[in-house]
């Protein structure tokens, strides 16, 4: 079972930025795509960024050009930059890291306990 762990979250106003982190208990080298997903009280989570292990990004478009996803592999880390922090961004944050474990496409999931991120107008 992976261990994974987010941090960095915290309570900024509107046009703030922030980094969340994400550390797992392998080596990242290891996941085919990391994933950075939050949840707002009372809505569905849902994916803001990804990123594969060959360096491919993808965000969703109410984040696009505001957060950027990056991975160290030295440091055994996930990084997601939010700039120009809008309350609507209010959420818990998980760290999500997939692995593909045969090959008819299976993959194993581990999700981290989530950080809180506020902003306040």
């Known amino acids: 079972q992976v261990q994974v762990m987010e941090s960095g979250g915290g309570l900024v106003q509107s046009g703030g930025s922030l980094r969340l982190s994400c550390t797992t208990s392998?080596?990242?080298?290891?996941?085919?795509?990391m994933a950075w997903y939050r949840q707002a009280p009372g809505k569905q989570r849902e994916l803001v960024a990804s990123?594969?292990?060959?360096?491919?990004?993808e965000y969703s478009d109410s984040v696009k050009d505001r957060f950027t996803i990056s991975r160290d592999n030295a440091k055994n880390t996930m990084y997601l930059q939010m700039n120009s922090l809008k309350p609507e961004d209010t959420a818990v944050y998980y760290c999500?890291?997939?692995?593909?474990?045969?090959?008819?496409?299976?993959?194993?999931?581990?999700w981290g306990q989530g950080t809180q991120v506020t902003v306040s107008s």
């Open positions: 999500s890291t997939k692995v593909v474990v045969n090959v008819e496409g299976a993959v194993a999931t581990s």
């Open positions: 392998r080596s990242i080298l290891r996941f085919d795509l």
């Open positions: 990123i594969t292990s060959a360096g491919t990004t």
